[in-house]
């Protein structure tokens, strides 16, 4: 597989609780204009910022989907402070916090 380029890197998963992040929240967003600057640049912010684990462009209700982490609720509203609010193309967020988890892999089926 490595041959072949399927597989892109490796990686160490680590455990979230064990690094003080309690938080996990699952984030639909939806842009104010859709326009292909300010679309790449909130695509930008999302990949830089440590907090967002997983960031997906959605076909759907939303725009974007994106998992992420935080210490604390009040860290989480800190970040939603500065990355949500702060940002003039974004129209409205949506957050679900996790409660519990089920699954959480990267394993592909095979």
Request: glycine fraction near 4%.
């Amino acid at each position: 597989m490595r041959e072949a380029g399927t597989i892109k890197r490796e990686v160490a998963l680590l455990d979230q609780q064990a690094l003080g992040l309690g938080i996990t929240a699952v984030v639909s967003v939806d842009l104010e204009r859709d326009s292909v600057e300010q679309t790449e640049t909130f695509k930008r912010k999302a990949k830089n910022d440590p907090h967002v684990t997983n960031f997906y462009c959605i076909a759907g209700d939303s725009d974007f989907v994106m998992i992420v982490v935080a210490k604390n609720i009040q860290d989480y509203e800190a970040f939603t402070q500065r990355f949500f609010f702060a940002d003039k193309n974004v129209r409205k967020f949506r957050t679900s916090i996790v409660v519990s988890t089920v699954k959480a892999t990267l394993e592909m089926p095979l």
